[in-house]
């Protein structure tokens, strides 16, 4: 009782997103220094006036026009001292898949607001991003190193009993939540969840269930869920893949028999027709994405995946400062708002000191939940 206690708590801990609101900056009223943050408007005739302590980590904000991005010409408290980045050599700790999207996503928007020039990916699957970790946690003296990371992450390196700590590198700044999605081929016999949760009642193994990695968002979605069914995670047949496209592939082709990642991954499969969704872990439906949430279904699971930048452990302080500043101001531009709308993601944003302290918090809760899944 007591165990499931803990896991209800961890979850409850874990899972919950802050919705993204759909007003952009630009159309927010004016707000004076003491109520200012990144993004909000100003008078003409508070230009130059300072904001103290209002940015991240306290940092001051100044009334300014913008002289790049989608506020350019505009009066808005900002960063007077922020500076575009040139490069982001990203590691991404998996195969294609929900990391590398982020990592196009966060880019993207950086380049399409003026502070980026340019970006380049390594993969470095295995092990739960354990790999990924370490390759990148031997990066030094290169300020432009970055790693994306997550959920599937800090869930990863408890179950493959990693002595890699992510905590040993500098936080950036978390940045979206996302949902995991469960679906099978347009011909599946299974047109409800409760059909496949019946099927793993009577039998947990029988049933071919592709993911991503051990331990990883996907798993715990899944064995939170057969919980719920009272079936024991440890006699599910998950079999474990790097990315949602291998997911994908393996689902499509009939080697296994339902899928379980990120419903962004789905997405062009689902609306394509090949592929039906059998529930989703958030707590209100996806827009533009067919299917029912958990809850809904009689499920009582909402379950999320946070993704997260991570900069190597000798950062420079001035670098450090800057590189928050401008995920700042990238999480409240119009550019960001829109990836996150086209990948139903969640505007979940904390930076510098509230990402690390939101690790500190998270990743005791995570190996709770991994412990209790037998995982």
């Known amino acids: 009782m007591r165990k499931n206690s803990l896991i209800r708590l961890a979850i409850a801990a874990t899972a919950v997103a802050v ?7 630009a159309q927010a009223a004016i707000k004076p220094a003491v109520k200012a943050t990144v993004g909000d408007d100003c008078t003409q005739a508070s230009i130059g006036k300072v904001a103290k302590g209002r940015g991240v980590d306290g940092s001051d904000l100044t009334c300014l ?5 989608s506020y350019k010409g505009m009066n808005k408290w900002w960063y007077k001292d922020v500076k575009p980045l040139n490069k982001i050599d990203w590691t991404v700790p998996a195969n294609p898949g929900g990391y590398s999207l982020t990592v196009n996503a966060v880019s993207d928007t950086l380049k399409a607001e003026g502070l980026l020039s340019d970006y380049t990916s390594t993969f470095k699957p295995g092990a739960g991003g354990s790999v990924g970790l370490g390759a990148f946690q031997e990066i030094k003296g290169k300020p432009e190193a970055a790693l994306i990371t997550g959920i599937a992450m800090t869930g990863g390196l408890y179950s493959n009993k990693s002595p890699l700590n992510l905590l040993a590198s500098t936080p950036i700044a978390k940045v979206l939540r996302e949902y995991d999605a469960i679906v099978v081929p347009a011909n599946s016999k ?3 969840l409760k059909q496949l949760m019946d099927d793993l009642v009577a039998k947990p193994n029988s049933v ?3 993911g991503g990695s051990k331990g990883g ?3 715990q979605v899944i064995g939170l869920l057969a919980q719920k069914a009272s079936i024991d995670p ?6 474990v893949f790097s990315g949602g496209p291998e997911v994908i592939t393996s689902v499509l082709s009939g080697s296994t028999q339902v899928g379980i990642s990120g419903s962004s991954e789905f997405s062009a499969f689902v609306a394509s ?4 969704v059998l529930g989703v872990s958030s707590a209100k439906p996806l827009v ?3 299917g029912k949430t958990f809850v809904s279904q009689g499920y009582d699971l909402v379950y999320g995946n946070w993704r997260g930048v991570m900069a190597p452990a000798d950062l420079p302080k001035a670098d450090y400062t800057n590189f928050i500043k401008v995920m700042d101001i990238m999480h409240v531009s119009p550019s960001w708002q829109a990836q996150l709308k086209k990948n139903n993601w969640d505007n979940e944003f904390a930076a510098g000191t509230a990402f690390k302290t939101f690790l500190e918090k998270h990743i005791p809760e995570i190996n709770a939940v991994m412990k209790g899944l037998g995982i």
């Open 19 to 25: 919705l993204a609101s759909t007003t952009l900056p």
């Open 65 to 69: 026009v913008v002289t790049t991005g």
């Open 190 to 192: 299974y047109r409800t």
């Open 208 to 210: 071919a269930i592709a």
């Open 217 to 219: 968002i996907d798993h």
């Open 234 to 239: 440890t006699k599910l047949n998950y079999v």
């Open 273 to 276: 027709g090949k592929l039906r």
């Open 288 to 290: 533009g994405f067919k």
